[in-house]
């Protein structure tokens, strides 16, 4: 946006990965955001981000995420910004109950009234609040064929040195030719599916005559969403298992592997699924929103039913059996991807949107985006 004459104004807690996403020439400013419940500090949070608002005095505003999207579209709405937009990519509420489900709801709620579009990231997401959350349809708008920011295909692509790179972690594990790696990026969490691709994966081992890997790339957060005991002490003791950590660059680490699993309970269009895709990795996913726009039942991966151990045992066992059809769905994924969700595309889709919401919003002239 910056290279097409935008004032780019950005905002977001402090992180240790700020400094690998600011472009040169936008301005950051950090708000101690949680995401957490905290009343008291969210309180203050919108404060901080009225008065900024009030200093950038932008012409648009676009919020990402729960937290930042309520304090953002309120400040915002409190502001009179023209142009007010949320991006809705993915929904903790959809794994919550009673009276913490009912918080969320009135949360998203509110955050969609202060905004004057709302963006889900896929066609699951927008049928799931339109008809949980009763939002009028036409308050809703998908970019380009879904996904926040696309992926730079360009780079994620298989080379020669991507490929040493991930020989030499295989090689550092002591994984052999004929070893078999699932491998698994993001948080290692409960609602990811983390405990049941645990039990695929132990069951598969057992049956196994040939030694097969977990590759784990990602944090875990025992404090948000934590794994049972017994799915904590397997992944640190099992020697079958590595744990990567979060890793600034997963693309050695996911084409070290042979299968990518992703298992999660819910997502809004996760950009994970399009890596492994584009690095030509075939792919096991969960039939949830994001996940099933990515990947094409039989055709680029296989899909099955969240939550449910056995079917995704059956769906590892299949990929880890039949090499020919690895292949098969890994060149297919990357075509699909590529032509589907390119990052320059998403982009192009995300400047039009903002040109369309200035003139329908009669904006004499675009000036800053917060």
């Keep these: 946006m910056l290279a097409q004459g935008f004032e780019v104004h950005t905002m977001s807690a402090p992180g240790k990965e700020t400094d690998d996403v600011l472009a040169e020439g936008a301005q950051h400013h950090v708000v101690p955001m949680t995401r957490k419940i905290t009343p008291l500090q969210d309180l203050v949070c919108l404060w901080k981000i009225i008065r900024i608002i009030q200093q950038v005095r932008p012409h648009i505003v676009h919020t990402h995420t729960p937290k930042a999207g309520l304090l953002g579209m309120l400040a915002a709405w409190y502001c009179r910004v023209p142009v007010r937009m949320h991006t809705v990519a993915g929904l ?4 919550t109950r ?3 489900r009912r918080l969320l709801e009135a949360v998203e709620k509110i955050t ?6 709302v963006y889900p990231n896929a066609e699951g997401l927008k049928e799931f609040i339109v008809q949980t ?5 036409r308050k809703l708008t998908i970019i380009g064929r879904g996904s926040t920011n696309g992926i730079d295909t360009s780079l994620f692509k298989r080379t020669p040195v991507l490929e040493e790179e991930a020989a030499a972690i295989r090689q550092r594990y002591g994984i052999q030719p004929g070893d078999v790696v699932f491998s698994f990026v993001g948080r290692i969490v409960k609602d990811k ?25 990602g944090a875990f957060e025992q404090d948000l969403d934590p794994l049972t005991p017994e799915d904590y002490a397997f992944l640190q003791q099992d020697p079958r298992v590595i744990l990567a950590g979060f890793q600034r660059d997963v693309k050695p680490w996911i084409m ?8 999660s309970y819910r997502e809004g269009f996760p950009n994970v699924v399009m890596q492994a895709c584009c690095l030509e990795v ?12 990515i990947i094409h039942r039989g055709v680029t991966g296989l899909i099955v039913k969240p939550k449910d151990a056995d079917a995704l045992h059956a769906a590892m066992n299949t990929l880890m059996q039949d090499v020919a059809l690895r292949q098969s769905f890994a060149a297919a994924a990357r075509s699909y991807v590529v032509a589907n969700f390119d990052q320059q595309y998403v982009w192009t889709s995300l400047r039009e949107e903002y040109y369309r919401q ?6 004499p002239q675009l000036g800053a985006s917060a």
């Excluded at 049941?196 to 890997?213: D, M, N, Q, T, V």
């Design 92 to 95: 903790p509420l959809m794994e």
């Design 358 to 363: 200035v003139a329908d919003r009669k904006v």
């Design 98 to 100: 009673g009276a913490t």
């Design 282 to 293: 075939p792919c096991v996913v969960s039939d949830i929103n994001g996940c099933n726009e």
């Design 193 to 217: 599916g983390i405990g049941e691709l645990i039990r695929a994966f132990r069951r598969l081992s057992e049956a196994s005559s040939g030694r097969l890997f977990l590759l784990l790339i």
């Design 256 to 263: 070290a592997s042979d299968v990518f699993v992703f298992p």
């Design 133 to 137: 959350l009763r939002v009028s349809p």
């Design 112 to 117: 969609y009234l202060c905004a004057h579009r």
